[in-house]
T-cell receptor, first 115, second 113 residues
C-alpha cells in the first residue's frame, strides 16, 4: 500500500484562483515528518516545508498555507491567488522514525496555472 | 546555498552499456540518495548512503549499484543498461541526524536505446 497518496494527478486553474493540493499519508509511527516539495520545469526539487507529527498548527508563508490534520492523516497545501510561476509538479513526502532518512514520496500533482 | 550537481542533464546510451551517473554536493552532508522519477510513480529510492563507503538498498536497487569513495561524491552505476531504466534520475543529500530536508540536484534524464 502506498504510504503517501496524492490523488490529484493534474490540476488546471486560471491565475488568481486559489488551489488546494491534497496529500494523504499512512503510517503506524507516532513520530513522523511530512514535507512538500516543488519541482518546476527546470527539474530540481525545491523544499517548501517540513512538519513534525506533534505540531498540528497550520502554517502560512505568503501565498502558501498548509493544513495538517492527524485525524484524517492529511497534509494539504493551498496556494492563494495562484500565479503562472506556481506551475510545477508538487510532491508530498513522509519520513518515519524507524528510518527518518528514508522519504516516501507521493506520485505528485502537476499544477497548471494559466494566465 | 547548498549545491548538488549532477554530471549530465541528458544522457543517451545503448542497451548493455555500463553507465555512470555522478553526483557531487558541497555542503559536507553525511547522507546522499539516488532516486528515479517516472510519470505516475513519483520518486522511488534506489540506494542511499550514510557515510563514505556505506550504502543501503532502497526500494528498487535491482540493476543498479553505487559507490561512495568520498563524502561529497555519490555515483550510481548501471552495470548493463536496459530500456526499462530509461528515466529521470535525481540525486539528493542531507545532514545526518534529524530528518532535515533533502536537497536535490537538477536531475539526469537518461534514455536507453
Amino acid at each position: 500500500a502506498q504510504k503517501v497518496t496524492q490523488a490529484q494527478t493534474e490540476i488546471s486553474v486560471v491565475e488568481k484562483e486559489d488551489v488546494t493540493l491534497d496529500c494523504v499519508y499512512e503510517t503506524r509511527d507516532t513520530t513522523y515528518y511530512l514535507f512538500w516539495y516543488k519541482q518546476p520545469p527546470s527539474g530540481e526539487l525545491v523544499f517548501l516545508i517540513r512538519r513534525n507529527s506533534f505540531d498540528e498548527q497550520n502554517e502560512i508563508s505568503g501565498r502558501y498555507s498548509w493544513n495538517f490534520q492527524k485525524s484524517t492523516s492529511s497534509f494539504n497545501f493551498t496556494i492563494t491567488a495562484s500565479q503562472v510561476v506556481d506551475s510545477a509538479v508538487y510532491f508530498c513526502a513522509l519520513s518515519e522514525t524507524r528510518n527518518f532518512n528514508k522519504f516516501y514520496f507521493g506520485s505528485g500533482t502537476k499544477l497548471n496555472v494559466k494566465p | 546555498d547548498v549545491k548538488v550537481t549532477q554530471s549530465s542533464r541528458y544522457l543517451v546510451k545503448r542497451t548493455g552499456e555500463k553507465v555512470f551517473l555522478e553526483c557531487v554536493q558541497d555542503m559536507d552532508h553525511e547522507n546522499m540518495f539516488w532516486y528515479r522519477q517516472d510519470p505516475g510513480l513519483g520518486l522511488r529510492l534506489i540506494y542511499f548512503s550514510y557515510d563514505v563507503k556505506m550504502k543501503e538498498k532502497g526500494d528498487i536497487p535491482e540493476g543498479y549499484s553505487v559507490s561512495r569513495e568520498k563524502k561529497e561524491r555519490f555515483s550510481l552505476i548501471l552495470e548493463s543498461a536496459s530500456t526499462n531504466q530509461t528515466s529521470m534520475y535525481l540525486c539528493a543529500s542531507s545532514f545526518g541526524g534529524q530528518p532535515l530536508s533533502q536537497y536535490f540536484g537538477p536531475g539526469t534524464r537518461l534514455l536507453v536505446l
